[in-house]
């Protein structure tokens, strides 16, 4: 019988498969050449001209001080939202970027793999700078004494405050909790708008806007000595039910809001639905490019003080460098030029107020001082602490974060109508146990 | 009174009718919701009432699409990849179903099962042993690496399909070929195919979509924009905790068009091959 056989039937199909995959072995070669490279991963910024401006940063620095070619430069633009899969991904199969941004508890939750090259030297070197950095922002990236992470941007969790409807309703911004129901329940208008846009759905911005209130009230979450949980104590109750009382008796939150995603109390203010909301200046850059009117009835404040006082959260963004790295002295070269001041305070001054200075005397330039909105920045950098307070951003703090422990207990008193103190109870219990294991690793 | 039969089968028919509409409805309305926001200013989209059409229409988010992103990039980068894994799946799904079907070796049932359990295991076990395998091979950030990761799902489910229907093709036609003096290629393309232009239609048309719409692994395995598609090119729409929902829904109604040309295009041999494969596999 003329014609092919079984064996010529797959020896063609081998003979196809090898030509289908035979320009990958040509990328291969041309791969190789990655090993080398200098790979930037870049979260984006909000404004196209500070994305620009740190491209640039990185391009001139491989040219002018690294001597690479631009062919030797991989600058990879990341979605924020992706960058933890896409970096595990990356780390377990040895091949992450040389230099990325990676947030707060990312440092320490990296550091103590020991994944991240140690950059005290960098750090060491800006709080030489005049007038130094704001030590606040140190707590992000220390790691047993060592800095494994630069820190690149400390961010204050301001309330975002409508100045038209004070105003209007002739009162002042409220200097405490307790003002602040009494001038929500004034400038409201339900069902259109609300006085405070707080998160409460389970996602991380309810971690830090109840945790926020709660340091007000004297509350906490773990000790300084990152081991001992004090969630169940009266301060947090305290603060809990003041939560309970805005959202349940005074109705100042919108009910909408247990199920908020992240971006739900910047669509609230954004959408002129709530006239405050505590939030990073994200929401300010927002309008600042796109809806400038808002921008001019908006307020930032420090948050309202409780019966312990004001206590004002920051953020800490920081620049690690991963040690599986063949030039890893390029990395740290890198990283020392993005936060040269002259460099760092062009890309800082392009996000529109969203990157808040680490180094202190930057705050003395004209974008800051001529702004009345961020005339509380510079205080609540310095003396801002963070969502893990009086904790460090510890791994265990980014994995309380993470798995919502923290609204999943806000929304048993406010979905389940469960007392403060048995919610606390069982939300301390929780978080112990993830302290107890992260130690004893 | 006793229903009568045509008034109980018009009664059913109505209820048919009923639950067709109501599926048009549930499966066109995210459609429309996409496309008239779109069309409204940020004013509306974050608007206290949500409008059902665009009371102020304006073309600033397709604009912002095209002039802050390079979409066309992104488009011809899927296009690439979706175009190049469909003709792949149907190179060696064709292959691989008429051996399965056909031939007589060791391990073909095992083969056989093999390609379902491959199909079924879930992207999020395997994107980092394939991360590892592509570094390995050097193929991240490449079109070339992308392809051959969506080969994983896409040519055991276009084997599995075609092997139920070359099934279904009468032995005897191929008989009287093979005595004709036609080999067993010539058997497949000269015979089996052209009789099987549904299923290959169905094949093309799924490895298409699967491609296009992939996002997982686009997301992992892809760094630069020299290679992104419109999937992860979506995402940077999303800043921290701002969505810019105009341009990101304008993008995604413009990305939905490809597959969805495809779709008409296929249509009706979709229907008859999905149909076909299904009573006679």
Not at chain 1, 67 to 91: M, P, R
Not at chain 1, 145 to 167: I, K, M, S, Y
Not at chain 1, 270 to 296: C, G
Not at chain 1, 402 to 407: C, E, F, G, L, M
Request: charged share 20%; aromatic share 12%.
């Amino acid at each position: 019988m003329h014609g092919m056989h079984r064996r010529d039937v797959l020896k063609l199909a081998g003979a196809a498969g090898v030509a289908a995959t035979g320009p990958w072995w040509r990328v291969g070669r041309s791969q190789a050449q990655r090993a080398k490279k200098l790979v930037f991963w870049h979260l984006p910024n909000f404004t196209p001209l500070a994305d620009q401006l740190q491209k640039e940063q990185v391009y001139e620095f491989a040219a002018k001080h690294a001597g690479l070619k631009e062919s030797e430069v991989e600058y990879a633009v990341v979605a924020g939202e992706q960058a933890n899969a896409k970096l595990a991904a990356s780390i377990e199969a040895g091949n992450p970027p040389d230099v990325i941004r990676l947030y707060e508890s990312n440092v320490q939750f990296y550091g103590a793999q020991g994944h991240l090259i140690d950059l005290t030297d960098q750090v060491n070197k800006m709080r030489r700078e005049p007038k130094g950095i704001f030590e606040s922002s140190m707590a992000a990236v220390l790691y047993k004494g060592r800095a494994l992470g630069v820190p690149l941007a400390v961010n204050p969790w301001p309330v975002h405050a409508r100045l038209d409807l004070l105003e209007q309703a002739k009162v002042e911004y409220p200097k405490t909790w307790d003002e602040f129901i009494e001038v929500s329940k004034k400038i409201q208008s339900p069902p259109r708008l609300f006085a405070f846009g707080m998160c409460l759905g389970l996602v991380e911005d309810t971690t830090d806007n109840v945790m926020n209130l709660l340091w007000c009230y004297g509350g906490k979450m773990v000790e300084s000595d990152n081991k001992t949980v004090v969630m169940n104590s009266a301060a947090n109750v305290a603060g809990v039910k003041t939560i309970e009382a805005m959202f349940k008796t005074h109705k100042i939150i919108p009910q909408g809001a247990i199920s908020w995603d992240n971006s739900g109390n910047n669509k609230a203010y954004q959408s002129r639905q709530a006239a405050f909301v505590m939030n990073p200046s994200s929401i300010y850059a927002y309008l600042d490019s796109n809806d400038k009117d808002l921008q001019k009835r908006t307020g930032l404040f420090p948050v309202p003080a409780g019966p312990k006082g004001t206590v004002n959260q920051i953020d800490t963004w920081s620049y690690g460098a991963f040690k599986k790295n063949p030039y890893p002295d390029i990395a740290k070269g890198l990283i020392e030029y993005f936060m040269q001041p002259a460099n760092y305070d062009r890309i800082i001054q392009s996000t529109g107020g969203r990157w808040v200075p680490v180094y202190k005397r930057l705050f003395d330039s004209p974008f800051w001082r001529e702004k009345p909105e961020f005339k509380h920045f510079i205080n609540m950098a310095e003396t801002g602490v963070p969502v893990s307070y009086a904790g460090s951003p510890t791994a265990a703090a980014g994995e309380v974060l993470n798995t919502h422990v923290i609204p999943k207990m806000i929304q048993r008193v406010l979905v389940d109508n469960w007392e403060a103190a048995k919610a606390l109870e069982e939300c301390d219990k929780r978080i112990n146990e993830i302290y107890a294991r992260h130690n004893k690793a | 009174m006793p229903r009568t039969r045509s008034g109980s089968r018009r009664l059913l028919k109505w209820i048919g009718n009923v639950l067709l509409v109501l599926l048009l409805v549930w499966t066109l309305v995210p459609f429309y919701w996409m496309i008239v926001t779109s069309l409204k200013p940020d004013r509306e989209i974050y608007g206290f009432e949500a409008t059902l059409y665009p009371h102020q229409p304006t073309l600033v988010g397709y604009a912002r699409v095209f002039t802050t992103t390079p979409f066309l990039k992104y488009v011809r980068n899927s296009a690439i990849i979706a175009g190049a894994n469909t003709l792949a799946s149907l190179l060696f799904g064709c292959l691989g179903a008429y051996a399965l079907a056909r031939l007589r070796f060791p391990g073909r049932a095992l083969i056989a099962r093999g390609l379902v359990v491959s199909y079924l295991v879930p992207p999020a076990l395997l994107f980092i042993p394939l991360f590892a395998v592509l570094s390995v091979l050097r193929l991240i950030d490449t079109h070339q690496g992308l392809i051959l990761t969506y080969f994983s799902f896409s040519v055991p489910f276009s084997t599995w399909l075609l092997m139920g229907y070359f099934h279904s093709v009468p032995l005897e036609l191929e008989e009287a070929a093979l005595v004709d003096g036609c080999g067993r290629l010539g058997t497949l393309f000269r015979i089996i195919l052209p009789m099987s232009l549904p299923a290959l239609a169905v094949v093309a048309f799924f490895a298409f979509t699967q491609s296009w719409n992939e996002f997982l692994y686009a997301n992992v395995f892809v760094n630069s924009v020299e290679v992104r598609t419109i999937t992860t090119g979506l995402t940077l729409f999303i800043v921290e905790d701002v969505f810019f929902w105009g341009p990101m829904m304008g993008a995604a109604f413009l990305s939905a068009l490809p597959p969805l040309v495809v779709y008409l295009i296929f249509q009706r041999w979709v229907v008859k091959g999905l149909t076909l494969g299904a009573v006679k596999g």
